[in-house]
């Protein structure tokens, strides 16, 4: 599978309002700051698509965009994990929504969850995985920034991340959206979920 084009379609703001394409949908997930922006524009080849933002954690919307005229959705999550402390109700707001979405979109065929290459995954990283084992919803870790590291030390972070995820590292892609690399990758499990 090629990604050949990406359009922005809509952003949703609250559960009533996820929507349903008629397409199979893959949703990129991640603390703030990981990289998510940088990796949807890195993935479709279109470098404004998803705004890189200089303020992490504003953002809290689905945000649906279409590839191959409609191919398949990609879902932009709100990143978790935020900088700025939320208040009791928009912490509830963005539960609301990301659980909704999680647990009950009939379309959705996998999770991209984006964590860092060089840190240990958060309890928020942990807390995402086994939210969704526990609602088999299937999922693939996208490590980032994999340019900041020597091919070595990525393949051991890599195999200390999965243990620590307790995860086969067949599930773990290695990328950096600054060195262009691990796209074939994410395209092939991509490819391989949304026949399923
Ligand atoms: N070195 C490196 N930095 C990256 C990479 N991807 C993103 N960044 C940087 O990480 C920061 C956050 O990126 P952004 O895509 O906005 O993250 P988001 O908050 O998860 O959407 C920015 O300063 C980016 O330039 C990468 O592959 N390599
Ligand atoms: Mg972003």
């Given at each position: 599978?090629?990604?050949?084009?990406?359009?922005?379609?809509?952003?949703?703001?609250?559960?009533?309002?996820?929507?349903?394409?008629?397409?199979?949908?893959?949703?990129?997930?991640?603390?703030?700051?990981?990289?998510?922006?940088?990796?949807?524009?890195?993935?479709?080849?279109?470098?404004?698509?998803?705004?890189?933002?200089?303020?992490?954690?504003?953002?809290?919307?689905?945000?649906?965009?279409?590839?191959?005229?409609?191919?398949?959705?990609l879902v932009d999550l709100p990143g978790y994990g935020f900088a700025v402390k939320l208040s009791d109700d928009e912490r509830r707001r963005w539960d609301a929504l990301m659980g909704t979405y999680l647990t009950s979109s009939p379309r959705l065929k996998l999770v991209l969850v984006l964590m860092d290459i060089r840190r240990e995954p958060s309890e928020l990283?942990?807390?995402?995985?086994?939210?969704?084992?526990?609602?088999?919803?299937?999922?693939a870790v996208v490590l980032?920034?994999?340019?900041?590291?020597?091919?070595?030390?990525?393949?051991?972070?890599?195999?200390?991340?999965?243990?620590?995820?307790?995860?086969?590292v067949d599930n773990i892609i290695i990328t950096s959206s600054l060195n262009k690399q691990g796209k074939e990758d994410v395209c092939a499990v991509i490819e391989k979920y949304l026949a399923e």
């Open positions: 599978m090629e990604i050949k084009t990406a359009k922005f379609i809509t952003s949703v703001a609250t559960p009533d309002n996820i929507k349903d394409f008629g397409a199979g949908e893959i949703a990129v997930a991640g603390r703030s700051n990981v990289g998510k922006s940088s990796f949807i524009n890195y993935l479709t080849g279109r470098k404004g698509l998803a705004k890189t933002s200089s303020t992490p954690g504003k953002t809290r919307l689905l945000n649906y965009f279409a590839v191959n005229d409609g191919q398949f959705m990283d942990k807390q995402m995985v086994s939210f969704l084992a526990a609602h088999i919803v299937p999922f980032t920034k994999a340019d900041k590291l020597s091919r070595a030390a990525a393949g051991r972070q890599k195999s200390a991340i999965a243990s620590v995820l307790k995860l086969g």
